[in-house]
């Protein structure tokens, strides 16, 4: 089987749970971003994954619903 560069994984660590702002406390997605996944090209994967990491340190502590 051919490995393919360009797949990008979901960030998903199955703790799906949204806070108050409706972002995932597990993968740090929106719950937009989380919805639209599936239907993202590689380079909007990446961007989505570059969001997570500017927004997990800002989001730590965080109520839950």
């Known amino acids: 089987m051919a490995i393919d ?12 749970t949204l806070d108050d702002d409706d972002v995932c406390v597990g993968c740090y997605r929106t719950l937009d971003e989380i919805k639209a996944w599936g239907g993202l090209d590689s380079e909007g994967r990446r961007a989505v994954l570059a ?15």
């Open 51 to 65: 969001a997570t990491e500017r927004r997990r340190p800002a989001r730590r502590g965080i109520s839950c619903r």
């Open 5 to 16: 560069d360009d797949h990008v994984p979901s960030p998903c660590v199955r703790l799906c």
